[in-house]
């Protein structure tokens, strides 16, 4: 029997009514997040990253580390330049990231002394440390900590754990868990990172936890309450008011911990020894925290913007490393926590390339230069007061790539106890600390 044209054109409007659902559908579950909204995301992020890093993925080139440089890099395989002879802080510079040598460990920290010329180097054998975890070409090597006696401590983005290092790369203790980005000592026997949305104190001898700070049960709900709004920007509702609010995914991405030592208490009479500075990112916010009450002594929203390494300075200041993310330069400021005075100490320009979209890490020198990472870039470099570079290191991988650097270290030249680091230097005691278990 023939169709009316009714009977085709209702089924064609059928059609378009379902078309028109299904899409109105779409648009509000992506707002919402219902089904099928995440797991259509999920898969699509998945496919994206597939066809990126494959390669990285299957040993053939390490395409997470690898990044385009945005200055220009200098002749020679040493990526080093030496702008202005003499006007270096003295001392020691460590660099930490991929190492370039596909002959060696997939990660390295690397020594250099005053005129560029590599001293020594820690082998960082991931696949040792978290034998049961990712593939490292699959993890970012990302925090570190330097020891007088030539050790060192290691935090892994995408990995789970944290480790104490001899001068051979030999575990003494290894700790596993989510830490990540920062660490740094409190001058009373703790270094502090986080571990996932934790500010934990672990012990620098042994790896034992002392203490924690939970951002969520112990910070947020401090006070009553009374600081929760701070955070509950990062919160979307449902679409019902008797729903609970919900945080977005990575809502505040912690991304440094750092305590006030001893030796800086008294320029900053407003906090005391041992309150923990945090950065979160996506708040674009930085935060001195009680570490007994979880209660902010001191808060500031911007002007940085997916900020990263805020430090407490010798003059009463705090430093911070604004990644500017979306403007193409990078900058450095100084805020005054008692009188919330800022100052811009470098910004990257025309004349001096500097940005970084994501990560970073800055050191004000006794000089008043200051030691920059462009982790996106793959360069460290340090800068004088006037804005000028000092020197330059492109950590080079090939002719078109560098490798990203996590980290720069400035050390003063007598900072090792023993001299310069070296294997024949490991002492019986490191041996003996490496039988300790690993801590879960």
């Not at 559908?25 to 890093?53: D, K």
């Not at 460290?380 to 720069?408: C, F, K, M, S």
Request: proline share 7%; aromatic share 10%.
């Amino acid at each position: 029997m023939k169709k009316s044209s009714g009977d085709r054109w209702g089924g064609i409007l059928f059609a378009i009514s379902l078309a028109f659902l299904s899409m109105l559908y779409g648009i509000v579950s992506s707002w919402w997040g219902w089904f099928p909204a995440i797991q259509i995301g999920e898969a699509h992020r998945t496919m994206l990253e597939l066809r990126t890093n494959w390669r990285n993925d299957f040993g053939l080139q390490p395409t997470r580390h690898l990044v385009e440089p945005i200055a220009p890099r200098p002749e020679g395989e040493d990526g080093f330049t030496l702008h202005r002879d003499g006007d270096a802080q003295p001392g020691y510079i460590l660099i930490t990231g991929l190492n370039p040598d596909p002959d060696g460990t997939f990660h390295m920290v690397t020594l250099y002394d005053g005129t560029g010329q590599q001293v020594h180097q820690w082998p960082i054998r991931y696949d040792q440390i978290d034998p049961e975890g990712k593939k490292p070409q699959n993890v970012m090597l990302h925090g570190m900590e330097v020891f007088e006696d030539g050790s060192i401590v290691a935090t892994f983005d995408s990995g789970s754990a944290i480790t104490r290092l001899d001068p051979c790369g030999e575990q003494i203790w290894t700790r596993i868990g989510n830490f990540h980005h920062s660490i740094a000592r409190d001058g009373q026997g703790a270094i502090v990172t986080w571990q996932d949305e934790r500010v934990v104190w672990l012990d620098e001898t042994t790896g034992e936890e002392m203490r924690g700070l939970d951002l969520h049960t112990d910070i947020i709900p401090a006070g009553d309450g009374a600081q929760r709004g701070y955070f509950d920007l990062r919160t979307v509702t449902q679409n019902k008011l008797e729903t609970p609010l919900r945080y977005l995914e990575d809502p505040f991405h912690p991304n440094d911990a750092e305590p006030l030592t001893p030796d800086l208490a008294d320029v900053f009479p407003m906090f005391e020894v041992g309150d923990v500075m945090i950065s979160l990112r996506e708040l674009n916010m930085i935060a001195v925290v009680d570490p007994d009450t979880g209660l902010m002594r001191w808060w500031q929203h911007g002007p940085w913007m997916k900020q990263h390494d805020p430090d407490f300075e010798p003059d009463g200041t705090i430093s911070v490393y604004d990644n500017a993310t979306g403007t193409g330069a990078s900058k450095i400021w100084s805020v005054d926590p008692s009188t919330r005075e800022l100052r811009t100490l470098f910004s990257g320009s025309e004349d001096v390339p500097f940005y970084s979209w994501q990560r970073g890490k800055h050191q004000l020198l006794e000089n008043g230069n200051i030691l920059l990472v462009e982790p996106e870039h793959g360069r460290a470099l340090e800068v004088a007061p006037d804005g000028q570079p000092v020197w330059e290191r492109h950590v080079i991988w090939d002719d078109t790539y560098n490798t990203v650097i996590t980290e720069a270290r400035h050390v003063p030249a007598d900072f090792f106890e023993n001299g310069v680091p070296s294997c024949e230097a490991v002492t019986d005691t490191a041996s003996l600390v490496n039988d300790l278990p690993r801590l879960e």
